[in-house]
């Protein structure tokens, strides 16, 4: 196989992975306090992180070290906390509508990447963002006469990752992503433990087969999502995470029961074309930043 195969392959299972987890999140999530789960599954995330930042060509030391350190803790502070709420929203409001909701997170990011990271964004993908949010409103109906205020759980989950993803971008200018990845596990595990343990509950016996699978999930999810990004473009990778909210979403009616009405289909699709558009406008224009600034033949 070639690498873009094999890069292809590996997002590919890492989504359809990330979208197992999901379905667990929601079984545990339903059982237990989101924040008991999510400090279980933490657990393993940071001695998942730990172990690879020991095999790092730069030892654990090189990757602990840190020119931004704050911003890094805060990083994994805010997502560990996402994911509580993402475990919350799942169990109350339910995976097809979570996850409809979380697709616009392209739409958010490119918004708050104008006042936090200076980047400019042209008429196409505000364009772009307008038919999206349109999308997000067929979604969630505010107008019916029935509307559910549960929704906004997963708006708020959405923005939380929106300003998590610009905070990641923040990073990269200054730190490698080995060292991001490992703020992200043990910052977010060292933070949920402190308020985890006044959650514990005690846990079946095969509920605790279905907490080991969230933390394997986990950790097989993120390793061949790195591969994935080492092997492919970001523009290819991101996209794919609409594969994953395809999957929750068959799974949220055909395992869970969930419904899924006419305007969530159609917003849910809209919301994913836009996103992939603006994913893949902001991919186009950093490929020709550096064209423009170094023309061709400039040493």
Not at 44 to 66: W, Y
Not at 132 to 141: E, T
């Amino acid at each position: 196989m070639t690498p873009r195969s094999i890069g292809l392959l590996c997002a590919l299972s890492a989504v359809t992975i990330f979208s197992m987890q999901d379905g667990i999140s929601k079984h545990l999530g339903t059982a237990y306090p989101p924040i008991f789960v999510t400090m279980i599954r933490y657990w393993a995330f940071a001695g998942f992180a730990l172990f690879l930042a020991g095999r790092s060509p730069v030892g654990l030391k090189g990757v602990v070290t840190a020119n931004r350190p704050w911003l890094q803790i805060a990083r994994g502070v805010l997502l560990v906390t996402q994911i509580v709420v993402s475990i919350f929203s799942f169990a109350r409001v339910g995976l097809a509508p979570t996850h409809t909701i979380f697709a616009a997170t392209p739409l958010v990011v490119a918004c708050l990447s104008v006042p936090f990271l200076g980047e400019r964004v042209g008429w196409r993908r505000w364009a772009a963002i307008g038919i999206g949010f349109i999308g997000i409103l067929l979604i969630i109906n505010p107008l019916q006469a029935t509307f559910d205020t549960k929704i906004i759980i997963p708006i708020v989950g959405t923005l939380m990752f929106a300003v998590y993803s610009i905070m990641t971008r923040l990073a990269s200018r200054t730190d490698t992503p080995d060292t991001a990845f490992f703020y992200t596990g043990v910052a977010g595990a060292l933070a949920i433990t402190f308020v985890g343990p006044f959650y514990w509950t005690q846990i079946t016996l095969a509920d605790w087969f279905w907490m080991i699978a969230l933390c394997i999930t986990g950790m097989s999810g993120h390793y061949l999502l790195i591969r994935a990004y080492d092997l492919l473009d970001a523009v290819v990778v991101q996209p794919m995470s609409y594969i994953q909210t395809v999957i929750v979403c068959l799974m949220g009616v055909f395992l869970f029961g969930e419904v899924m009405t006419v305007n969530m289909i159609a917003g849910c699709t809209i919301v994913i074309a836009a996103g992939i558009f603006t994913i893949w406008r902001e991919a186009r224009l950093a490929r020709a930043a550096p064209a423009a600034i170094d023309p061709p033949g400039t040493p």
